[in-house]
């Protein structure tokens, strides 16, 4: 296989121009790696130096506040002996006040025990006074209450029985017109029976009577008058 | 043969006055009638001896003669009495209660009466209830009168009963 020449060129100039860029990318990409050390470089020094300048600051916080807890102890212990003092004051001056008010106070009350002690006494006197009259007159109303209670059952009773004996009294009087009445209803009734039944037999007697003591002639005679009656009255249209 | 009305024509009501002879004589003619259809019967005569009673066979007898029906012309005489069978259904019935048993004679009476003033194909349905005292109650054509004794007195003693209870006190 023949290659062109004019293609071999082509392709050595390509790969001239190739290599000349990759060298130039090699170089760009060198310095810029020393620049980024340099970089690095300045970059740890400053952390370093804030690192240490922190560690300072810690120390002198820590030292500053060991100093005011120390004066502050002080202080304190100074404030405690000082109190300690006023307390053992105050609780002598509390006991003596309070010694005097527990005296003043235990003969008040001895006082007032034995004023309210003698009041209760006659109260209790008085309410026993009281009581004995209440259950007297108790007793005396029940007394009356009761005599009166009789007298008005008494009455009552009085009263009742009258009004028992009204009513008693007009029942058997309407009883005794009822049956006054219905003796004369049924007296009228049967008298009208009786007035029917005369009245029954003697029509009987009447037609048996009649009828017997037709003769013969006299019925045929009868029958052709009831026919022409009847003939008469239409019963042949 | 018989004419359109063989009953008036030969007066055949005038034997039969009551309700009860004119069903025996009813009686009478299916009786005949039935004789006709038996094959032992050899003739009319026979029939009316063996079937009927004497008083219905002598009427029966003068209709067939009156007809001139021949003894052995049992059509004649089935087609007479079937049309005297359906006169009879049209005769009318004149009930009348009386007190008193009726005689004959009175029968004959009160039929006359009838025949002469209400008409002549009428019989009579008499019954007997003393309890009308005297007088009769009649029914007829649908209609009722009492004419009795007992209704007379009733009407009497209703209408003067205070009269008559004065009486009885």
Same mark, same amino acid.
């Given at each position: 296989?023949?290659? /062109?020449?004019?293609?071999?060129? /082509?392709?050595?100039?390509a790969?001239?121009?190739?290599?000349?860029?990759?060298?130039?990318?090699?170089?760009?990409?060198?310095?810029?790696?020393?620049?980024?050390?340099?970089?690095?470089?300045?970059?740890?020094?400053?952390?370093?130096?804030?690192h240490?300048?922190?560690?300072d600051l810690?120390e002198?916080a820590?030292?500053?506040a060991?100093?005011?807890?120390? /004066?502050?102890?002080?202080?304190?212990?100074?404030?405690?002996?000082?109190?300690?003092?006023?307390?053992?004051?105050?609780?002598?001056?509390?006991?003596?006040?309070l010694?005097?008010?527990?005296k003043?106070?235990?003969?008040?009350?001895e006082?007032?025990?034995?004023?309210?002690?003698?009041?209760?006494?006659?109260e209790l006197?008085?309410?026993?006074?009281?009581?004995?009259?209440?259950?007297?007159n108790?007793?005396?109303?029940?007394e009356e209450?009761?005599?009166?209670?009789?007298?008005?059952? /008494?009455?009552?009773?009085?009263?009742?029985?009258?009004?028992a004996?009204k009513?008693v009294?007009?029942?058997?009087?309407?009883?005794?017109?009822?049956?006054?009445?219905?003796?004369?209803?049924?007296?009228?009734?049967?008298?009208?029976?009786?007035?029917?039944?005369?009245?029954?037999?003697?029509?009987?007697?009447?037609?048996?009577?009649?009828?017997?003591?037709?003769?013969?002639?006299?019925?045929?005679?009868?029958?052709?008058?009831?026919l022409?009656?009847?003939?008469?009255?239409?019963?042949?249209? | 043969?018989? &004419?359109?009305?063989?009953?008036?024509?030969?007066?055949?009501?005038?034997?039969?006055?009551?309700?009860d002879?004119?069903?025996d004589?009813?009686?009478?003619?299916?009786?005949?009638?039935s004789?006709l259809f038996?094959?032992?019967?050899?003739?009319?005569?026979?029939?009316?001896?063996?079937?009927?009673?004497?008083?219905?066979?002598?009427?029966?007898?003068?209709?067939i003669?009156?007809n001139?029906?021949?003894?052995s012309?049992?059509? &004649?005489?089935?087609?007479?009495?079937?049309?005297?069978?359906?006169?009879?259904?049209?005769?009318?019935?004149?009930?009348i209660?009386?007190?008193i048993?009726p005689s004959?004679?009175?029968?004959?009476?009160?039929?006359?009466w009838?025949?002469?003033?209400?008409?002549?194909?009428?019989?009579?349905?008499i019954?007997k209830?003393?309890?009308?005292l005297?007088?009769?109650?009649?029914?007829?054509?649908?209609?009722?009168?009492?004419?009795?004794?007992?209704?007379?007195?009733g009407?009497?003693?209703?209408?003067?009963?205070?009269?008559?209870?004065?009486?009885?006190?």
């Open positions: 296989m023949v290659i /062109d020449p004019l293609v071999f060129f /082509d392709l050595v100039i790969l001239f121009v190739v290599s000349i860029a990759l060298t130039a990318i090699a170089l760009s990409y060198s310095q810029m790696l020393k620049k980024f050390n340099a970089y690095q470089k300045e970059a740890d020094e400053l952390m370093a130096q804030v240490k300048d922190g560690a810690l002198n820590r030292i500053k060991g100093q005011i807890i120390e /004066d502050a102890i002080k202080k304190a212990a100074e404030i405690i002996g000082s109190s300690n003092n006023l307390n053992a004051q105050s609780k002598k001056i509390l006991d003596q006040a010694d005097t008010l527990l003043h106070q235990t003969s008040y009350f006082k007032a025990s034995s004023d309210f002690l003698e009041a209760y006494k006659r006197d008085s309410l026993k006074q009281k009581n004995i009259e209440i259950v007297k108790v007793s005396k109303d029940i209450d009761t005599i009166k209670e009789v007298k008005d059952f /008494d009455n009552i009773l009085q009263k009742e029985t009258f009004a004996q009513i009294e007009d029942k058997i009087e309407d009883e005794y017109s009822l049956a006054q009445k219905n003796v004369e209803e049924y007296k009228n009734e049967m008298l009208k029976k009786a007035e029917e039944e005369i009245y029954r037999i003697l029509e009987t007697v009447s037609k048996l009577t009649l009828g017997k003591s037709i003769p013969l002639a006299e019925h045929e005679q009868l029958i052709i008058e009831a022409e009656k009847a003939k008469k009255d239409g019963i042949g249209e | 043969m018989a &004419s359109e009305n063989s009953l008036l024509q030969y007066d055949i009501l005038g034997y039969i006055k009551t309700l002879q004119l069903e004589f009813s009686l009478g003619i299916d009786n005949v009638l004789g038996t094959a032992t019967n050899k003739n009319i005569e026979e029939i009316l001896d063996k079937t009927v009673g004497k008083s219905t066979a002598d009427v029966l007898r003068k209709l003669v009156e001139k029906i021949d003894s012309d049992f059509s &004649s005489l089935e087609k007479l009495l079937n049309e005297l069978k359906e006169e009879l259904k049209k005769v009318k019935v004149l009930k209660s009386l007190a048993d004959k004679e009175r029968i004959e009476h009160i039929f006359d009838v025949r002469e003033n209400l008409g002549k194909e009428i019989v009579l349905d019954d209830d003393e309890s009308i005297a007088g009769a109650i009649i029914s007829f054509n649908g209609r009722y009168k009492d004419f009795s004794l007992r209704r007379n007195l009407e009497i003693f209703k209408n003067k009963k205070a009269e008559i209870m004065n009486f009885a006190k």
